[in-house]
């Protein structure tokens, strides 16, 4: 991999990236920063998690002069949340060369945002309702724009966006440079492309498999009504650190963050009901640790790049592979490991395996957790906790109490009672029951109409010599150096993705390119078509 000195980028550019603390490149950033300097129009695609925000954001704040006073690039996401975060990156990258950068979104104060943009930004970053009622407002002019770029065009696509980021690039000087960029490049975006960009550069970085490498997944079967206790097993044996569950609807959030927290467990719910007030502080506290479960419905699948996510479990099964790849790419990120857990109930089996056709990725079967597991994986966190208060020796005052009760009480005994008290063994569980679901069916896509029968170059597959273990993060090699030295222990050697297993059988599955041709609308699969910003699930 090469490291970031080798672009010939400013050095003001590059000592924010080395306080970032990103040491090499990673394969999409290696091929995207070129060519985006070049002033090239290009489409991006890599897989969830590696880096595709500094690949556009890098070559961005490195060609803008400071001393510009217009806007000179526009940056459009598909959710509020994405907007910020990736705002918050781009001020990063451009923080000592000084680039002024400013997230334009709904839900927020209008007058706030007319006030931002009074400090003369040249970067926004923006979903594209917000931007278009300032564009009305005359509060944002395009005229100056010289780059343009699209974070997960497909999903703006999907979300009813096309008209609105038409009117938006109509705006925009035909002389510009205009990049899109997705770990999924469904074929209306290949539309897209053709429409909006000039002889594009594809600059693909897919393995065979579209999901990330580093995320272990598997799925439990079960009926709907065992999902609430399965879902409380699991959380209690693999306590993750972080997690985000996925849930189909609006209301199936509510009243699963709901009953997480009668459960005992620090969770709230993130969807597009709430107010941006709301959705906010949900997303402060799981940034900072003061939750650590994360309800929602798929307006957290996109981009959203919380570290410290270890878990990703999809209450309900999500409604089309792509959903499926983004949802769980909310883990296994920059080169950390992430384990993802499906559930699905009998009826579902067969969408399931459509998820893992596409996908190409075999996801193993695992059993529901017993409450032996359950318990075990409760009580190992209670000893950690117990052990890490003895470490940090700040137990003095306790000292006294704990001596007397010795006095009358064997030890053994004594440490099981306050072992139990602490894992919560002594509260009596809630009864909980969650409204049910429909399940989602398997339905045929329709085969895909491209008149040259070819797969486009930016598809679901292998891109051009893509090589089977192509790691996202850091060299050829698992160990030494940048993020590669952060994954503990060898659980996953070798490329342990089904290792031979994913060969055959698998590979000769999208013959037919039964898939592609089918989210431009009315297929079964795509989502509603004219979802806004505001309704977004
Ligand atoms: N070269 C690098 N070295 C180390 N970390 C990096 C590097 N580039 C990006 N990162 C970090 O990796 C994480 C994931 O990056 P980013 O959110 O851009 O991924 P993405 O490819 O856009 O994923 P998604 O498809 O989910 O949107 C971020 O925390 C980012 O700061
Ligand atoms: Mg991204």
Redesign the pocket.
Known sequence: MKTFSEFGLEPKVLRAITE???????PI?EKAIPVALEGRDLIGQ?Q???????AFGIPLVNKIDVKEEKIVALIMCPTRELAIQVAE?IEKLGRFKGIRSLPIYGGQDIVKQIRGLRKKPQIIIGTPGRLLDHINRKTIKLDDVQTVILDEADEMLDMGFMDDIKSILSLVPEERNTMLFS?TMPVNIQKLAQQFLKDPEHVSVIPKQVSAPLIDQAYIELHERQKFEALCRLIDMEAPELAIIFGRTKRRVDELSEALQKRGYAAEGLHGDLSQNQRDNVMRKFRDGSIDVLVATDVAA??L?V?GVTHVINFDLPQDPESYV?RI?RTG??GKEGAAYTFVTPREIDHLHFIEKITRHRITKKPIPSLAEAIEGKQKVTAERVLDVLQKDEHNEYKGLAISLLEHHDSVHLLAAALKLLTGGDKKEVDIELTPEDPIRAKKRRPDVRSNGRRPSGSYGTAGGARRNDRP?GGGGREGG??RGNREGGRREGGSYGGGSREGGYRGSRDGGGYRGNRDGGSNYSRPSNRSEETLV
């Open positions: 970032m603390g990103f040491e090499e490149s990673t950033q890599a969830t998690g590696t880096g595709k925000t500094a990156e770990a996109r981009g790049d570290s983004h790419g990120r920059a993060y940048g993020y």
